[in-house]
């Protein structure tokens, strides 16, 4: 090899995705809506399943590509650009589980789904339909989005927002001009860690000239296995969080966690909450920065 793997952090992500992995097809074995887990809830299974994609394919494109021609050489590059993109999206797909099922009563979590939902609709009604079984789909989300507005209009949590916010909220925007920073607080997440880690990967995704430099600076294999591990490492981090937040919803979910042994001891490690990454944000650290 031309570079040096880091092993123990490959190890705990392969034992971290298959704990997640394992939580997950728990829980997918139960499909009976019950007072603990209702309908509305199981969004968290289909998102659960969203993530482990995305966190799995993040690590798949940690290996050099097999791309050849020509003029490039097998394995010869590591795309750790698209590591970046996948590691923003996983981020925020866990930030919108979390969002989900916050805010302390049943209430306004159900509340939040109806809002998420019908935007969900709310936007593929709006998409342009060129065919038969397209504008049927789309006269199917029209009617899902019109059949869940009369319960977000009649919720109290709606009157809640101000007439700014009712108005984005019909036209199909569920976070009500909220921004990803605010989500991470709420899930536990350290502000400062999340807003400079979130923009740096937002680079890539958004093509910014740190994005399109950093691509042209890691020329070699080291340079980008290093950038690569370094988004790797948020993934490994939001596995931990996962892992709780997805036993605390379903009790087949946490049985996997509670008798994972060595991977649950992993999976507490990684759980950072803010306090525990106070310490790298203190005033002397900033200032030593600088």
Request: aromatic share 12%.
């Given at each position: 090899?031309?570079?040096q793997?880091?092993?123990?952090?490959?190890?705990?992500?392969?034992?971290?995705?298959?704990?997640?992995?394992?939580?997950?097809?728990?829980?997918?074995?139960?499909h009976?809506?019950?007072?603990?887990s209702?309908?509305?809830?199981?969004?968290?299974?289909?998102?659960?399943k969203?993530?482990?994609?995305?966190?799995?394919?993040?690590?798949?494109?940690?290996?050099?590509?097999p791309?050849?021609?020509?003029?490039?050489?097998?394995?010869?590059?590591?795309?750790?650009?698209?590591?970046?993109?996948l590691?923003?999206?996983?981020?925020?797909?866990?930030?919108?589980?979390?969002?989900?099922?916050?805010g302390g009563?049943?209430?306004?979590q159900?509340?939040?789904?109806?809002?998420?939902?019908?935007?969900?609709?709310?936007?593929?009604?709006?998409?342009?339909?060129?065919?038969?079984?397209?504008?049927k789909?789309?006269?199917?989300?029209?009617?899902?989005?019109?059949?869940?507005?009369?319960?977000?209009?009649?919720?109290?949590?709606?009157?809640?927002?101000?007439?700014?916010?009712?108005?984005?909220?019909?036209k199909?925007?569920w976070?009500v001009?909220?921004?990803?920073?605010?989500l991470?607080?709420?899930?536990?997440?350290?502000?400062?860690?999340?807003?400079?880690?979130?923009?740096?990967?937002?680079?890539?995704?958004?093509?910014?000239?740190?994005?399109?430099?950093?691509?042209?600076?890691?020329?070699?294999?080291?340079?980008?296995?290093?950038?690569?591990?370094?988004?790797?490492q948020?993934?490994?981090?939001?596995?931990?969080h996962?892992s709780?937040?997805?036993?605390?919803?379903?009790?087949?979910?946490?049985?996997?966690?509670?008798?994972?042994?060595?991977?649950?001891?992993?999976a507490?490690?990684?759980?950072?909450?803010?306090?525990?990454?106070?310490?790298?944000?203190?005033?002397e650290?900033?200032?030593?920065?600088d």
């Amino acid at each position: 090899m031309l570079y040096q793997r880091k092993e123990e952090l490959e190890r705990e992500f392969g034992l971290l995705i298959s704990l997640m992995a394992d939580m997950i097809t728990a829980q997918a074995m139960q499909h009976d809506p019950t007072a603990e887990s209702p309908q509305w809830m199981f969004s968290q299974h289909d998102l659960a399943k969203k993530l482990f994609r995305l966190m799995w394919s993040a690590r798949s494109l940690l290996e050099p590509s097999p791309f050849q021609n020509r003029t490039i050489p097998p394995y010869s590059y590591i795309d750790h650009s698209s590591i970046a993109v996948l590691t923003r999206s996983s981020l925020e797909n866990y930030l919108v589980m979390t969002w989900l099922l916050s805010g302390g009563n049943e209430s306004l979590q159900e509340f939040r789904h109806n809002v998420w939902e019908y935007c969900g609709w709310k936007k593929r009604s709006k998409m342009a339909a060129t065919t038969f079984d397209a504008r049927k789909v789309q006269q199917a989300a029209k009617e899902d989005a019109d059949a869940l507005w009369p319960l977000i209009q009649s919720s109290p949590h709606f009157h809640n927002y101000t007439e700014s916010q009712r108005k984005r909220v019909c036209k199909g925007d569920w976070g009500v001009g909220a921004h990803w920073n605010d989500l991470a607080v709420e899930a536990g997440l350290h502000r400062t860690y999340f807003t400079s880690t979130y923009h740096f990967l937002s680079g890539h995704v958004h093509s910014d000239y740190i994005g399109a430099i950093q691509n042209g600076q890691a020329i070699t294999l080291k340079d980008q296995y290093m950038l690569g591990t370094g988004h790797l490492q948020v993934i490994v981090m939001l596995m931990g969080h996962f892992s709780h937040h997805y036993a605390s919803l379903f009790p087949p979910a946490k049985n996997v966690l509670l008798n994972a042994g060595e991977v649950r001891e992993i999976a507490e490690k990684w759980n950072l909450s803010a306090e525990d990454m106070d310490f790298l944000y203190c005033p002397e650290n900033e200032q030593s920065a600088d």
